[in-house]
């Protein structure tokens, strides 16, 4: 099993490199050690005009040995405010990572879905109860400043 | 993009789509793309490395492996332009059926069902659905029992409670007359089913034997023929040691046997072996290279052992707690026939055998059911699109 986990690894961090101009949200999505597939990080940027403009939040990504059978094991190490982000872990619930998941996906095309995740938060199946709650009473104007102010403590190291 | 990434790449787009529109545009796409496959790939198995040169050399949506990469057979499950090896497939079948073994399994993409050609076997489909009934049965079972130990907490209390408000002899007027216990049965009745439980694991072999002789004391123990009901339950626990370990080095030998046929059969089609993807690229292809050796060892015997030892808890602790019960109804049964019953005239031994013969049974059955499945899993493969395109349901 590990021969294929490493040539596909191999594979998806040739085409991540050749495609690297085509991402405007991922800033970064590379192995932490050059030689070490099993492992990556990765950095999405916030959405211009969404709350999470000008963050930079760094995700931990895991390859089991099963995959692409199981999927990677990701969380946020950079604390962000989002109803589907455990506010202390960094831990993302997120379907595709869990009971959606399948082999068809990649590192590549998972950022992308993380990213996206950001700007369209899914309050009913919340990991951050306090901002779901929040985006449920449709209280746009205190969900995006508290998103704003959590971006500026924890997302933004340049600034302060 | 194009060359590692085919249309797939945006699996993102199935998930909300039900319109017509999108289904209308989606097979626009596919059909545009098949007609680009179907000038390569209308076989995928025989495909050269010459037809392929430049268009869309196979690529495993799995794994990734390629011709030059890796080896297996090909399939084309469904109506999209995925295609993998079947090996990969089938893992990927059998993680999503872990959980329910008939669940039907679909493309990511174009959410056709993947078919498997497997032969039924009517011995495996009764094993099985035998299984499935007993682990459905499992929860209402443990209900049961929890229901009866209160009832039978609550009478025991009762019984507590009455001697001690009337006084040892009004409450013994009351309730008859029970001789009093020793604290041999008093230690010995509870640890009944506790030791029944233990007797399905390996953790308290080393003095299990000794239990028995605690519980019944010397003095009854004399050797007589037929042995006495306390001889033959002395005596029980070696049987058990001596069945298990026979039984474990049968196991054993058939496991080994089985697993060097399951290597021949799919062993070599399974990976590509040598990951010969531009070594000067990235260092790690040398890693790569050294590691899967021996995690695919360790791997490969982790996975067999679980064939043997797949039973869960509940399943454990309800099948120890209904021995008795078990082999009181074999006993019985055994009963029946005069042949038996002229050889062993009275019940306690019939049971014992009943409940020995049902051991070895139900030991029997499990083996064989794991046979058959292992055999299926050998020989089943993945029914091609083209195959089955036609016989709409």
Known sequence: MSTAVHRRMLKEYMAIQKNSATRPHLELLEPVQEDDLLHWQAILLGTADSAYEGGKFHLDIVIPSSYPIQPPTIHFTTKICHPNVHFKTGEICLDILKSEWTPSWNLESVCVAISSLLTNPEPSSPLNCDAANLLRCGDMAGYNSLVKMYTALFAMPDEE | ?393
């Open chain 2, 1 to 393: 993009m194009s060359t590692l990434i085919p249309p797939l790449a945006s699996p993102m787009s199935e998930s909300s789509s039900t319109s017509a529109a999108f289904v209308k545009e989606l097979e626009s796409i596919s059909a545009r793309s098949r007609s680009v496959a179907t000038s390569t790939s209308s076989q995928p198995t025989s495909i050269s490395a010459a037809t392929a040169s430049y268009q869309e050399p196979n690529r495993c949506y799995i794994c990734f492996g390629t011709d030059e990469d890796s080896d297996g057979r090909w399939v084309k499950p469904c109506q999209c332009t995925l295609i993998s090896h079947e090996d990969c497939l089938l893992d990927w079948i059998d993680k999503n059926r872990q959980q329910f073994a008939r669940k039907q399994v679909r493309c990511s993409v174009c959410n056709t069902v993947y078919r498997l050609a497997e032969p039924s076997s009517l011995l495996l489909n009764i094993y099985t659905s035998f299984d499935s009934l007993v682990h459905a049965g499992i929860p209402y079972l443990t209900f049961l029992g929890l229901t009866c130990s209160v009832l039978i907490t609550s009478t025991t209390y009762g019984a507590y409670a009455v001697l001690t408000v009337c006084g040892t002899e009004e409450g013994e007027r009351l309730l008859g007359s029970p001789n009093p216990w020793g604290w041999r049965v008093w230690t010995g009745l509870p640890l009944i089913p506790v030791i029944l439980i233990f007797s399905r694991t390996k953790l308290i072999d080393s003095f299990m034997p000794l239990i028995p002789l605690l519980i019944v004391g010397n003095d009854q123990l004399q050797v007589t023929f037929p042995p006495s009901p306390a001889l033959t339950l002395s005596v029980m626990p070696w049987v058990r040691m001596a069945y298990n370990s026979l039984w474990s080095e049968m196991v054993g030998r058939l496991e080994t046997r089985w697993r060097n046929q399951q290597i021949a059969a799919a062993g070599v089609a399974r990976l590509g072996m040598n990951a010969s993807i531009d070594p000067d690229a990235d260092p790690s292809t040398a890693r790569g290279g050294a590691n899967p050796g021996q995690r695919e060892g360790g791997g490969g015997g982790e996975e067999e052992v679980s064939f043997f030892d797949r039973k869960d808890l509940g399943r454990t602790i309800v099948g120890a707690l209904l021995m008795p019960a078990i082999s009181s109804i074999c006993g019985s049964f055994l009963g029946h026939f005069s042949f038996v019953r002229s050889r062993i005239p009275d019940n306690f031994h019939r049971n014992i055998l009943g409940g020995c013969l049902f051991v070895v049974a139900k030991d029997l059955a499990g083996l064989f059911g794991t046979y058959q499945e292992l055999k299926r899993k050998r020989v089943r493969r993945i029914r091609e699109y083209a195959e089955f395109k036609d016989e709409r349901q």
